[in-house]
């Protein structure tokens, strides 16, 4: 792997899954493989989860771990040709070079403004990482994309499935505060690759860009969609036509026990309680969103050893 | 040891006291104990000995080490049953078992907020990380205690001590901001616990709780109660009856050296020269306030030494 | 080697760059010496390339490394006698040396204030730290130096000039923030170590302290100092005689490629782009910007290396 910046960078997605459970249950095997390389980690945005795991994975794999909280630093100047006389300091041509002088692998994370639609399609921070980097760059969660949630979230249904095409709902929930599509567009492109049955269901107003979705079924009626579902992938997203408004505060999209049936309840984590869905559910043996936190390691140990291989 | 939030969770004081002076000796004599091992390290507020000391400890045990300050993440809920639709992204009943996926000790500094008496008390920030975590929790100061503090104390007066039954003295000092009563109530409750003989002095108004002092002699005469004493532990806390209330700036409760007579000093630092001790204390071969510091490690890496052997 | 706080502390400059062209060709060649080391790094500034190059520099000797942000902790007091009942937690006396429990080497970055000259020159925050620790200092940039980026720059020019003499010229750039003088005092002092033929320009009311330039010739006519320049430093700084004052924005002085001719260019980072020098020079293969910043690794790490055999 050159680089992990979208799920389609995957070369085989049945071999990766089969890895990263292989390296759950031994994952200090490969402790030599990052020695002497270091994993710089690049935060725009604040992180547990990603920042936890993906330091974890990198060690296990031998690697030293160097974290920079970028906005602790200064602002980086993005556009080409501009006169840097105002608040930038450092251009991002720049920046990338240097922190490839001192780091053997890049992770990045940089959340989508949410108000200018163009610039967050463009994926112009993780893009201008990835153009102007000399070393590989990882997607910590981009403005559009969150592929190492996606291969954990792949992970986790591929443990626990005992069928051979099991149905899979994508459920929007509400949410107080506007969220990024990043998430769910990654769930829903990363299921298609996988044998499942998947179906979308969200008021509507609130679909995902077509590019992602294509084919998959949408249904706006929840309880239709949810029916006979295995798993069920709760998550709130801002909408993508209106972009980054939250057109909807509808209490009744919340996941409950009733609704759940017998699915198992995914989520990536962090959750509003009572919001987003009910304590009842996240109490439940049928709650596998602290398997999904877990599988995040593995998911970053196989990107970041597929990487190391191909240096 | 399982986990260590307070004192009592010592199984053996003076054992532990020894073996503290023995890695102080020979401080990487354990250092394949924690190999593989991850410490995740939670500020709720800033450090500088702690963090640096529990840091040293687990890496001379082979620990890896992850630094997070949670308000750089986002804020926890603490309550149960809320509906969270406020400025809380996620309850910590969820985050303390996913941070439990990435470590296999996670230790904790979260600070008293000295308006709310009850809740302070009731150590909610720790106690739900120790309720929920699925790993063993230790208290790098809480709203009440500082055990880690108290053990270094420990250790220092057991390696200066020539008395078999030392005077030691805790002295309550002025200070311009409020203070927690972590640090005293910790010390009392270790010194209660060692072969010393201990009395509590400062003005009236500021007497800690009695389920800490218990039968401890406290005298409100601080010329007397220094009188003949081995060690004066100097320290500043606001006022638990009238709940964190900064009553009295006197003066004269500064430790001076008249006052130290031929005792030694000690503090936990950082310390308010010319305020709460006079800079010929400190400065005298009397103080043995950098001795503690040092301490600091040798307690952190006793205490995760024994959580380590317990897992 | 003692400390590393001025290019001075450097025992032996051609073999000491000899040193690290060696180091960066076998980085990991000296991976026992750090063995149970720790590098505290204290930051009072923000930090890109001394913050990722000298923790890769540490780890690479197999030192740990530990980075604390002062401002995140407390405000240090660093006047002798005062009473501090105000805002200042900790005497930079006490802190100091609790941080040598916790180091084996403490490395510091604190810019000047641009107001006060006098304290500035002082060197109060990094002299402080000279002062009460009791292990050995290294610069990562104070008030009026920066010399592991002046070693680097050394380590740079040696690599790639084909000539015994090469003429170098340090070019003063405008900037639209008041810069310190540190980094061209540096480089300054650096190459009047070095077989070079120096000139520096700059427009009239940038003279760089005396005690500094000594007999370097000063040319304020730029095109004049350019002629058959072999390297060309380009740097802004503030005003040292109108202290910390931008005096002139006058965009005439910006490199060009024109100017530039056929020295290779040289630059600290970071850069604006289009204000101290066009994108062409940048962007051109006589720009050696990204070389030097590698170099700031083994800069570090020879000087790291140095100080731990004296250790």
Redesign the interface.
């Known amino acids: 792997m050159k680089n992990y910046t979208k799920i389609k960078d995957i070369p085989n997605l049945s071999e990766t899954i089969k890895d990263a459970i292989l390296l759950k249950m031994n ?2 095997e490969f402790q030599n493989l990052g020695q ?1 390389k ?1 994993l ?1 980690m690049l935060f725009f945005n ?4 990603t ?3 993906t ?2 994975a990198a ?1 296990n794999l031998g690697m ?1 771990v ?1 974290i ?2 970028v906005n ?3 602002n980086l ?1 993005f556009e ?7 608040d ?4 991002v ?3 990338a ?3 490839s ?3 053997d692998i890049i992770a990045v994370r940089a959340f989508p403004s949410l108000t200018d639609k163009a610039k967050d399609e463009s994926e112009f921070i993780l893009n201008s990482f990835k153009k102007y980097a000399t070393v590989p760059i990882v997607n910590m969660e981009s403005a559009t994309a969150h592929p190492l949630q996606a291969l954990a979230d792949a992970i986790t249904l591929t443990e626990l499935t005992e069928k051979a095409k099991p149905k899979v709902v994508l459920s929007w929930a509400p949410h ?1 505060k506007a969220l990024p599509q990043a998430v769910a567009n990654s769930f829903v492109e990363m299921m298609q690759d996988l044998e499942v049955d998947l179906t979308i269901t969200h008021p509507e107003g609130y679909e995902l860009s077509e590019a992602i979705t294509k084919d998959t079924p949408i249904n706006h009626n929840q309880e239709e969609a949810l029916k006979d579902a295995d798993f069920v992938y709760v998550k709130n997203w801002s909408s993508y036509k209106d972009y980054g408004q939250n057109l909807n505060q509808d209490n009744n999209w919340m996941m409950t026990q009733e609704k759940l049936g017998k699915a198992k309840f995914m989520h990536c ?7 987003v869905v009910e ?1 009842a559910v ?2 439940s043996d049928q709650s596998v ?2 398997k999904q ?2 599988n ?2 593995y998911a970053a140990q196989v990107v970041l050893k597929q990487i190391l291989e191909d240096l």
Chains 1, 2, 3 share one sequence.
């Open positions: 994952p200090f002497h270091t710089v604040s992180s547990l989860r920042r936890l795991s330091e974890k060690k030293e160097t920079l909280n602790d630093a200064w100047e080409d040709g501009t006169i840097m006389n105002m930038k300091s450092e251009h041509k720049d920046a070079q240097v922190i002088q001192y780091a107080p984590l962090p959750v509003r309680r009572n919001v304590d996240l109490d969103v602290i936190a877990n995040r390691t």
